[in-house]
């Protein structure tokens, strides 16, 4: 029934709208970071000098190992959960430039790493629970 697929649809577009605002506030957060570690170094002394970009190394690193067993923590914690702390990680790194610090800058990029790998996994396991047969076969373009 046409009430049955509503629901589902809503959720997804949540979903969508949700992770764009994540997404978008990591990609400038990431975009500015060395500028910030810049302006942060004139102003408390403390030598952030390239660690912007090793933070981006270090995100990615863990993110591509971490893709291998992202589905045995989505698994063991759910999707919806899995999503929602991961999300929070994002947040929390995001927030982290506020008030820069060398340790919270190496283990937000750890910790990001993590939540990266198992966000993706969670999303596409959320995105299959939402849909059914008609939902997966239905094609949107010409």
């Given at each position: 029934s046409k009430a049955g697929m509503g629901r589902p649809l809503i959720t997804i577009v949540i979903l969508s709208l949700s992770f764009m605002l994540v997404f978008t506030a990591f990609q400038t957060t990431g975009m500015l970071e060395e500028s910030v570690l810049e302006a942060a170094q004139r102003e408390t002394g403390q030598d952030?000098?390239?660690?912007?970009?090793?933070?981006?190394?270090?995100?990615?690193?863990?993110?591509?190992?971490?893709?291998?067993?992202?589905?045995?923590?989505?698994?063991?914690?759910?999707?919806?959960?899995?999503?929602?702390?991961?999300?929070?990680?994002?947040?929390?790194?995001?927030?982290?430039?506020?008030?820069?610090?060398?340790?919270?800058?190496?283990?937000?990029?750890?910790?990001?790493?993590?939540a990266a790998a198992v966000i993706g996994t969670a999303q596409g396991v959320f995105v299959t629970q939402n849909s059914n047969s008609k939902t997966m076969r239905q094609k949107f373009l010409p």
């Amino acid at each position: 029934s046409k009430a049955g697929m509503g629901r589902p649809l809503i959720t997804i577009v949540i979903l969508s709208l949700s992770f764009m605002l994540v997404f978008t506030a990591f990609q400038t957060t990431g975009m500015l970071e060395e500028s910030v570690l810049e302006a942060a170094q004139r102003e408390t002394g403390q030598d952030f000098t390239g660690y912007g970009y090793r933070s981006l190394s270090f995100i990615y690193l863990v993110f591509a190992v971490l893709n291998w067993i992202s589905p045995i923590i989505v698994t063991v914690f759910g999707a919806k959960v899995s999503m929602t702390v991961s999300a929070l990680v994002y947040n929390a790194f995001c927030t982290s430039f506020l008030c820069p610090a060398l340790w919270s800058l190496c283990l937000g990029s750890v910790l990001l790493g993590i939540a990266a790998a198992v966000i993706g996994t969670a999303q596409g396991v959320f995105v299959t629970q939402n849909s059914n047969s008609k939902t997966m076969r239905q094609k949107f373009l010409p």
